[in-house]
């Protein structure tokens, strides 16, 4: 048996793995979610993940597909709504995200015959994770990671100001597009992993805590990478030696670092500055 | 007369069936430098919108000439205070070299902030920013949007007075929305008074004596600008109206009527 395979026949291994594929394309999309201002997009993305679940029961298909299918039709669902403007995005998605949830966990109980840990949906399994978990996280990755490089110059520039962008040819709206069904695709391989009330952290954190150092958005980029390894090695040391859940325990690694991070940076510059 | 840039003819925007912009024609030719005024909702981002083809027209037609490359000037720059981005890094992400930002940043005077975060421009260097931003994109055409808002009294004059030395550099044509009557009137050759449909429009010498700028703006505003022009090319009739004696036609078309010919 190679080494590879011992390790990843060992589930501790294969958590790692899997959490720092997910932490290489939480940081780069984390920021520009921060950047857009779509935290609450995030969110209800994540949440209409319990209804994919549903639906991929009913189907019977993967549940990893039926999640992308309903977060990639959910998103173009808000791309439309979010033209007319008689409703507040905000509130919008305030709708549409506590509906997806509650309808995936209506839909769920219709299925009894369905054993699902539900404490798992909402808040991961890290530990859990399969090979099979891991051939998406790495799919994803690939597929996430070429996007934005070849895409970058007109993200960004879209990102600063969308109507200039436009007048220099940018095709905003088809990066916006993109932009969001490649948070359909990171929320359905990292569902398994933080569960799908937390992964809006996991995009969040890593990229808010990169800020304070960063000077260029490439920077703030790797950095997100940087503190979404920390915060996925962190964890699952942590969920090891203390037992806790390994999801929250990422979660909360991340917000150790930005807290510390933080706190630092604000006593560096108060001493620089007195 | 060369090809125009830009020509619209008719152009009409309705947003839920109010028209904004409503039957404008208008043409702006290399060196032209057009103003575009009038009072808030009047339609003038619409209509500069639709100019830049970021805004769809209801109906009418909006010509440009082929391979027209167009420098925006946009009102703000709002950037999100999470996105670290220096003004060199900005210049850059417009495909140009280094060298060429550079200069472009030396031309509107901030080139000594290159390093410095753009969040951290106060509203006149931001204004020189986008400028610059639009300058290194050799436009045959510059959109400015209230180009000096946010800036100081003296600024604004520098700022009209680089924008007239830029247009006369790159022989570019410049349209532009403004507040600034007064400077507006000295640094342009044509004012369009906007009020979702054009309600006049000539030589800025012509303009403050038309009946419907008055009507917009009031009248003081507008003997306020006369006394800046004493032209007497006009006479008025029995009640006061202005008879145009010259080439600025309220109602019609306008060409022609960048030139000094009386």
Not at chain 1, 186 to 202: E, N, Q, R, S
Not at chain 2, 161 to 166: A, G, H, T, W
């Given at each position: ?106 839909a769920l109980s219709f299925m009894p015959e369905v054993r699902i840990d539900l404490t798992g949906l909402l808040f991961g399994d890290l530990l859990a994770m399969t090979r099979n978990d891991l ?140 | ?68 490359v167009i420098g925006y000037v946009p009102q703000h720059l709002s950037l999100e205070s999470t996105l670290p981005l220096s003004i060199q890094r900005f210049m850059l992400l417009s495909g140009q ?166």
């Amino acid at each position: 048996m190679s080494i590879i395979d011992t390790v990843l026949n060992d589930f501790f291994w294969r958590a790692l793995i899997g959490g720092l594929g997910v932490a290489l394309i939480a940081g780069p999309l984390g920021c520009f979610v921060v950047w857009r201002r779509m935290a609450y997009f995030g969110d209800t993305l994540a949440h209409s993940a319990l209804l994919g679940i549903a639906i991929s029961f009913l189907f019977s298909i993967p549940l990893n597909l039926g999640v992308l299918i309903t977060s990639v039709i959910l998103a173009m669902a808000l791309l439309l709504f979010s033209r007319n403007k008689t409703l507040a995005t905000d509130t919008l998605l305030g709708i549409l995200a506590h509906s997806a949830l509650a309808i995936g966990l209506v839909a769920l109980s219709f299925m009894p015959e369905v054993r699902i840990d539900l404490t798992g949906l909402l808040f991961g399994d890290l530990l859990a994770m399969t090979r099979n978990d891991l051939l998406w996280i790495y799919g994803g990755a690939v597929v996430i990671l070429s996007l934005l490089t070849l895409l970058w110059r007109g993200l960004l520039m879209s990102t600063i100001h969308e109507e200039l962008a436009r007048v220099e040819g940018v095709p905003v709206e088809r990066l916006r597009l993109l932009l969001m069904l490649m948070f359909a695709l990171v929320i359905a391989v990292a569902m398994k992993m933080v569960g799908v009330l937390l992964i809006t952290a996991l995009l969040i954190i890593p990229a808010a805590t990169a800020r304070r150092l960063a000077s260029t958005p490439e920077q703030m980029a790797a950095l997100a990478v940087v503190f979404g390894f920390i915060a996925v090695a962190g964890g699952l040391s942590m969920s090891w030696h203390l037992d806790t859940p390994a999801g929250p325990s990422v979660v909360v690694t991340a917000f150790a670092s930005f807290l510390i991070v933080y706190g630092g940076a604000s006593r560096f510059s108060a001493r620089r500055s007195a | 007369m060369n090809e125009a840039l830009v020509a619209i003819d008719n152009l009409t925007v309705r947003f839920d069936d109010r028209p904004v912009v409503d039957r404008v024609s208008l043409a702006l030719h290399r060196g032209d430098i057009i103003t575009i005024i009038g009072p808030n909702g009047a339609g003038k981002t619409t209509l500069i919108k639709a100019i830049l083809g970021i805004q769809a027209a209801t109906s009418g037609q909006i010509m440009r000439a082929k391979d027209l490359v167009i420098g925006y000037v946009p009102q703000h720059l709002s950037l999100e205070s999470t996105l670290p981005l220096s003004i060199q890094r900005f210049m850059l992400l417009s495909g140009q070299p280094l060298a060429t930002c550079v200069s472009a940043l030396e031309r509107t005077g901030i080139s000594h902030l290159l390093q410095a975060p753009v969040h951290h421009l106060s509203g006149g260097e931001q204004q020189r920013l986008l400028l610059a931003r639009a300058l290194v994109r050799k436009p045959d055409l510059l959109v400015l949007d209230e180009p000096a808002q946010g800036v100081d009294i003296n600024g604004q004059a520098a700022l009209y007075d680089l924008i007239r030395e830029l247009r006369d550099e790159l022989n570019c044509g410049v349209i532009m929305i403004s507040h600034d009557l007064h400077l507006v009137m000295a640094a342009t050759d044509k004012v369009i008074c906007l009020n979702q449909h054009v309600c006049c429009s000539g030589h800025p010498a012509d303009i403050s004596h038309d009946p419907a700028f008055i009507e917009t703006f009031g009248l003081p505003v507008a003997e306020s600008l006369a006394v800046y022009h004493h032209h007497h090319n006009h006479s008025h009739d029995l009640s006061g109206n202005v008879v145009s004696t010259d080439h600025s036609d309220p109602a019609t078309g306008h060409e022609g009527c960048q030139h000094e010919h009386h």
